[in-house]
């Protein structure tokens, strides 16, 4: 039958097919290239989630912005971008965060945020045209890495939506916060590596604590978080495997060998750092939850409460169906352990400073933990509906609740690309004025082109000026060097800080000084007055420098005048006495003082005020003083002490703007200000800024001196 079938020739449907064709044979290129194509189809496959990394940073991009100039700046923060932009001119200059000058922020976040800047020409225009690119794209990098290292036992489109969602729906990126949960999954591999295998690898080990150094040139919070993360994750292996003496053993032996790698790399560090990096890095966290607290508001107290319980109850009930041997980090018992103990220290940051702006990226490894859980099991042979309920519910919550960021909205990316739009010049539009490759409102320009002018034309590009109480950024446009220890005066409180910056500004010497008076030209950070808040740097402005000119209403340029610290003197006599009392919240307590001179200029308050060991875990109560005049008119004021340590608190009685007359080289013209009336009591309140703060128990005044001022 074969035969006969092969025998028989083929149906002709027309005379042109009579002719005999060959057989069809495919050549080997076209089989070489069908196999490629398979394979280069199938790597794209596995590996979309980069893919989708790569689209994300490239949506966010936006180059018609980042190379158009000038942008227009609608409004500038003298004291938040002053910090920022001063980090970038500092790069240019050379001189590095943990070295020369301390800051919340280490080098490496310096470097980071300071290439794209200073590529495009380093000025004001470019740090606003490109500051963006940091947060998203090294968000974008450290999600990608932590979704392959958590979901690694995963589906390629799990992944990639959890990738999506994080970056471009549910939460907001920075750095610090994308860096710490990334930490947290380095950590738990880093263990788990060490329990499944039963051995140390010793250049895991030195990976995942150089990981966590880094964390610290980034910023002392990210540092400590990082700290955190690898502690917890040993901490609840050792719980788990505490049965398995073997395993136990290993993991012990692994966390010496990690401290020995720590402890080595953090030592090198001092060698390219300021030998005192550590210890000033302990100081800015110290410090930080007495000196910067703020106040929660309601709607925000609920976004926190709502989205924080949210995100641990997915991580309670996802506990429930761990799997010790699941392929995914995500799944396994050790990761709901620390990262509901992660999640809970990482939320300590938003009770300090609790604006809208920081709850929203302290929140991060809290969600991101939770949408890890939210992306249900495995790849498995057998599927089941029920492991991929999570990821519909995920899904369903997002279309729900949240809408596409507006960096990653189609319209925004679209016109982002339009690179014919790309503009060159400097002229500005209407009301606003061009400056350093930026145009500004008037009410920013004026003062900062007055300041930048005026040290252009007095300074050399060698020359430091000196900068009260933070607007680095007058020196930075004229690109002059500004001169202390610490990046901003605002960060110098304890002891600590305070000589770092003091011996900063001996040791760099400027000759020139801007000096803005509050309620004039500046305003006390979370409503302290900048002179109650940093007295020593004060002083020290005051004891070398002299007025020379006003450059801008209550900005004023000072000279160094080298015979002012030999006649300068401070006269203290008792204006009080000693007193102690119970505390109550909101009950004031007042403290009549004694006759007071006309010369007297300061208060100075010796005391110490004891809170409870738990405000270390919240933030303390807000201290508010009266300062009650001889004609009846009172003057309050906010302060910031150091809980259960001596501490002194000084005041100005009067008008902070009169401070800028002290500057004067005329003794007689320090006190013209007025209304100046005697001092007749102060009266002291303890207020909870929001209901997590914490009450003091007792005050204990020492001593109240009235100071004088002179020049002899």
Not at 29 to 45: P, Q, W
Not at 203 to 216: C, N, Y
Not at 673 to 679: C, K, W
Request: charged share 15%.
């Amino acid at each position: 039958m074969i035969l006969d079938t092969i025998s028989k020739p083929p149906l002709q449907s027309s005379p042109e097919k009579l002719t005999a064709e060959p057989p069809s044979v495919t050549s080997p290129s076209r089989l070489n290239l069908a196999r490629t194509t398979g394979r280069v189809a199938a790597s794209f496959g596995q590996q979309f989630d980069a893919v989708v990394a790569l689209a994300l940073m490239i949506a966010t991009t936006n180059p018609k912005y980042l190379l158009s100039s000038p942008p227009v700046i609608s409004g500038l923060s003298f004291l938040d971008h002053s910090w920022a932009f001063d980090l970038v001119v500092k790069a240019g200059q050379h001189i590095w965060m943990g070295d020369r000058v301390v800051f919340t922020y280490g080098p490496v976040f310096q470097l980071a945020s300071s290439i794209v800047t200073n590529s495009l020409g380093g000025t004001l225009g470019a740090y606003f045209r490109s500051w963006y690119l940091l947060p998203f794209w090294s968000g974008i990098v450290l999600t990608f890495l932590t979704g392959r290292i958590l979901l690694g036992g995963h589906s390629v489109w799990k992944r990639s939506f959890y990738l999506l969602a994080l970056v471009g729906f549910w939460t907001a990126l920075d750095l610090r916060f994308c860096f710490d949960f990334f930490m947290l999954a380095m950590a738990l591999r880093y263990f788990d590596r060490v329990c499944q295998s039963g051995k140390i690898h010793p250049w895991s080990a030195f990976g995942t604590v150089a990981l966590v150094l880094t964390g610290f040139l980034i910023s002392a919070d990210t540092g400590l978080y990082s700290l955190a993360a690898f502690i917890i994750s040993g901490a609840v292996h050792i719980f788990l495997y505490r049965a398995e003496r073997g395993v136990l053993l290993v993991l012990l032996r692994s966390i010496v060998v990690a401290a020995a790698f720590l402890a080595l790399l953090a030592s090198l560090a001092t060698l390219v750092l300021s030998t005192t990096f550590w210890l000033d890095s302990a100081a800015v966290i110290s410090q930080y939850r007495w000196s910067m607290f703020g106040s929660m508001e309601k709607p925000i107290k609920w976004r926190l409460v709502g989205a924080s319980a949210f995100s641990l109850l997915v991580l309670l009930i996802g506990s429930r169906l761990s799997n010790l041997r699941a392929a995914s980090l995500s799944r396994r018992p050790a990761f709901f352990a620390a990262a509901i103990c992660f999640s809970l220290l990482t939320l300590q940051s938003t009770l300090v400073r609790p604006d809208w702006g920081h709850v929203t990226v302290a929140l991060l490894p809290t969600i991101a933990m939770a949408a890890a859980v939210l992306m249900g099991s495995e790849v498995k042979r057998d599927w089941n509906w029920s492991g991929d309920l999570p990821i519909v519910l995920a899904i369903l919550i997002t279309i729900a609740f949240s809408g596409p960021s507006p960096v990653v909205a189609p319209r925004n990316v679209a016109a982002g690309w339009q690179l014919a739009a790309i503009t060159k010049s400097q002229s500005c539009p209407t009301g606003t004025f061009y400056l350093d490759d930026a145009c500004l409102t008037q009410s920013d320009y004026t003062p900062l082109h007055a300041v930048s002018e005026y040290l252009r034309s007095y300074t050399s590009e060698s020359d430091t000026v000196a900068i009260f109480p933070f607007e680095n950024i007058y020196a930075d446009v004229a690109r002059r060097r500004v001169a202390g220890g610490i990046l901003q005066n605002y960060i110098a409180v304890g002891d600590r800080l305070v000589r770092r910056q003091l011996y900063g500004l001996e040791r760099d010497k400027p000759h020139v000084a801007i000096f803005s008076a509050d309620g004039l030209a500046t305003f006390g950070v979370d409503g302290v007055p900048n002179f109650t808040r940093t007295p020593e740097i004060w002083f020290f402005l005051q004891s070398r420098f002299r007025k020379q000119r006003e450059l801008a209403p209550g900005i004023v340029a000072l000279v160094s005048d080298d015979a002012r610290p030999g006649h300068w003197r401070q006269i203290t006599a008792t204006a009080g006495s000693s007193f102690q009392s119970a505390i109550r919240l909101k009950r004031a307590i007042s403290v009549p003082l004694d006759q007071w001179q006309a010369e007297n200029d300061f208060l100075k308050v010796r005391l110490l005020v004891r809170y409870p060991i738990w405000w270390k875990l919240t933030k303390p109560s807000s201290l508010l003083v009266k300062v009650r005049h001889s004609d009846n008119t009172e003057k309050v004021l906010r302060a910031i002490l150091p809980p259960n340590k001596q501490a002194e608190l000084w005041i100005y009685p009067w008008d902070d703007g009169q401070l800028v007359n002290y500057f004067d080289s005329d003794e007689a013209t320090w006190r013209k200000g007025r209304p100046r009336a005697p001092v007749t009591a102060l009266q002291f309140t303890f207020e909870r800024v929001d209901s997590l703060s914490v009450v003091p128990s007792t005050i204990n005044i020492q001593s109240i001196e009235a100071v004088q001022l002179r020049l002899y």
